[in-house]
């Protein structure tokens, strides 16, 4: 009898430790294996915010220069045998810097810079009487608009009338300059892209990050969107080596990524983009 009352005590002990079945369920739970319902739901992982191109950017605040600054704004090629890329809507990249112009131009003389635009129209313009238009101008700083193609494009039909090239596999901006030349004009050309950079990156575009310039542009790690031009010295660009005063290039998206060339579409976007080319110019050349 007494090794039946040790036996019932010590089953006692062991369904105290990991409790009776409960009703209607027929499953031993052992205790403290439920995570308590905070624990659980801090578990789940955060919800992400979306960024461009899914996100639109923000418009930036621009100081108010400290003296009139002239602009020569290049709506990128447009010269004779020169359009440019073909976008993954088939747009050529020469008709969408000019209408791209069009709108930065807007916001800048708003902001009281003077503008000095390179082209209008169907008219086409060679590079030498674009640098001679921004000297005689007496520009404080020549900016390029352009569109880049980045990624092995695959073909698709838009609308199904025409074949086009996509790809989203390489998205944001990127800034170029040349470091030829006087260090002092150098110099120059470096804070206007990073100011530039820096101004789109406020914004909430996002900067290339350069996997396809290798051999062709060279970045760092410190300067994102910013890079140098590093074709073979007979291809380097015309534009910003030639010039007097600083010049980039603003490469404003991947035109064969359908969500980014929608999005430079929309003219919220277009006026975001502005706007920080605007303070990026402020920030290099000095406001109040």
Known sequence: ????????????????????????????????????????????????????????PRDLEVPVPSRPIVVYLDAGHGAENNPGNSSCFCEREQDFTLSLLDDVTNVLEEHGFVVVPS???????????????????????????????????????????????????????????????DGPLVAKRLVLARAISDALIDAAFIPYQGGEYVGLYEGTPADRGVFVDRHAMDKRIFLLRRTEMPAVIVETHNALDPREATAFEDPTVRRSFALAVARGLVAAFGGR
């Open 1 to 56: 009898m007494l090794s039946m009352l040790r036996a019932g005590a010590f089953l006692f002990s062991i369904l105290s430790l990991v409790g009776c079945p409960s009703e209607g369920d027929g499953v031993v739970k052992i205790s403290g294996s439920e995570a308590p319902a905070s624990a659980s739901a801090s578990s789940q992982p955060e919800p992400v915010s979306p960024v461009w191109p899914e996100a639109l």
């Open 119 to 181: 082209r209008f129209g169907s008219e086409l313009v060679s590079y030498a009487k674009r640098i001679e238009a921004a000297r005689k101008a007496r520009a404080d700083a020549v900016v390029s608009l352009h569109s880049d193609i980045r990624g092995a494009g695959e073909e698709w039909s838009p609308d199904g009338a025409k074949t086009c090239l996509k790809s989203e596999r390489a998205p944001g901006f990127s800034v170029l300059y040349a470091d030829e030349g």
